[in-house]
């Protein structure tokens, strides 16, 4: 549908995104650790770190070799494989676009529970809707399902360039992309959408993401920013300065000084 590029969102609380850009660094290192151990090692590790609602609800044991870590765990280990270099890319480019500033609006320690709780949220609802399925669920979509819905919801009308189509650059209101992107999720959710693709992950990762936010943002973050990043301003009125009435003076005395109003006090000419 669209491929995100750039937005023109400044950090305003944190100088650098360094929970996002270790994300992505540990991602692309594990991916590279899996394509370079070969294909056997690559499967053992998608069957020992990936999400098995099957395995994780008791439903079927793992063969021994590939336990490595406990199920439960594999709540949060799936997010970081990837069947290839555009699954990889794909996710770490929404990453990279607008996780910075969800980072920025939720600070770096909150922004890493977010993160990871968005991916859990994910792999839960994907337990819940595939309860005995033995496929494997890996990459870390449902977590950015929830960093697209946390940027939906405090920066929904910072300008961001998207490629539409794969081909039409666009700089355009981010809340246009975004909240055609999550429909999107929705509608192939309902449908029952391809197989290779898990919608009820991305939804998972959306509703957590919308909920997430609203609790771990720091104080004195805005909701709704403007186009610019930052809250609407609060048109500033001010009165125009009414001279009062000078009394009446000997005509021996110096002129009188006009007295303004106070809504003239801030008033710069």
Same mark, same amino acid.
């Given at each position: 549908?669209?491929?995100?590029?750039?937005?023109?969102?400044?950090?305003?609380?944190?100088?650098?995104?360094?929970?996002?850009?270790?994300?992505?660094?540990?991602?692309?290192? @594990?991916? %590279?650790?899996?394509?370079? $151990?070969?294909?056997?090692?690559?499967? *053992? &590790?998608? +069957?020992? #770190?990936?999400?098995?609602?099957?395995?994780?609800?008791?439903?079927?044991?793992?063969?021994?070799?590939?336990?490595?870590?406990?199920?439960?765990?594999?709540?949060?280990?799936?997010?970081?494989?990837?069947?290839?270099?555009?699954?990889?890319?794909?996710?770490?480019?929404?990453?990279?676009?607008?996780?910075?500033?969800?980072?920025?609006?939720?600070?770096?320690?909150?922004?890493?529970?977010?993160?990871?709780?968005?991916?859990?949220?994910?792999?839960?609802?994907?337990?819940?809707?595939?309860?005995?399925?033995? @496929?494997? %669920?890996?990459?870390?979509? $449902?977590?950015?399902?929830?960093?697209? *819905? &946390?940027? +939906?919801? #405090?920066?929904?009308?910072?300008?961001?360039?998207?490629?539409?189509?794969?081909?039409?650059?666009?700089?355009?209101?981010?809340?246009?992309?975004?909240?055609?992107?999550?429909?999107?999720?929705?509608?192939?959710?309902?449908?029952?959408?391809?197989?290779?693709?898990?919608?009820?992950?991305?939804?998972?990762?959306?509703?957590?993401?919308?909920?997430?936010?609203?609790?771990?943002?720091?104080?004195?973050?805005?909701?709704?920013?403007?186009?610019?990043?930052?809250?609407?301003?609060?048109?500033?009125?001010?009165?125009?300065?009414?001279?009062?009435?000078? $009394?009446?003076?000997?005509?021996?005395? *110096?002129?009188?000084?006009?007295?303004?109003?106070?809504?003239?006090?801030?008033?710069?000419?």
């Amino acid at each position: 549908m669209f491929i995100p590029l750039y937005d023109t969102n400044r950090l305003r609380h944190i100088r650098l995104q360094y929970v996002t850009i270790s994300l992505i660094v540990v991602n692309a290192l @594990v991916y %590279l650790a899996t394509t370079l $151990g070969g294909e056997n090692f690559t499967n *053992a &590790a998608v +069957l020992g #770190l990936g999400f098995i609602p099957s395995v994780v609800h008791d439903k079927v044991e793992l063969s021994p070799e590939f336990v490595v870590i406990p199920e439960s765990l594999s709540y949060l280990t799936y997010s970081f494989l990837h069947a290839d270099i555009f699954h990889l890319g794909g996710n770490m480019l929404f990453l990279w676009v607008f996780g910075d500033n969800v980072e920025d609006a939720l600070g770096h320690i909150r922004y890493l529970i977010f993160y990871l709780a968005c991916a859990a949220a994910g792999a839960f609802v994907q337990g819940l809707v595939g309860w005995d399925s033995q @496929v494997p %669920l890996i990459g870390a979509s $449902g977590a950015i399902a929830g960093v697209v *819905a &946390a940027y +939906l919801i #405090l920066y929904p009308r910072v300008k961001v360039w998207v490629l539409a189509f794969a081909r039409i650059p666009l700089r355009i209101p981010a809340f246009i992309p975004l909240i055609l992107w999550i429909l999107f999720q929705i509608v192939m959710f309902a449908a029952g959408g391809e197989d290779q693709i898990s919608w009820a992950c991305h939804i998972g990762g959306i509703v957590a993401g919308a909920v997430l936010v609203l609790v771990l943002r720091s104080r004195g973050v805005p909701l709704l920013a403007g186009a610019d990043g930052e809250p609407d301003p609060t048109p500033n009125v001010q009165q125009a300065p009414v001279p009062t009435e000078p $009394g009446p003076t000997p005509e021996t005395s *110096a002129p009188p000084t006009p007295q303004w109003g106070r809504g003239a006090a801030s008033r710069q000419d």
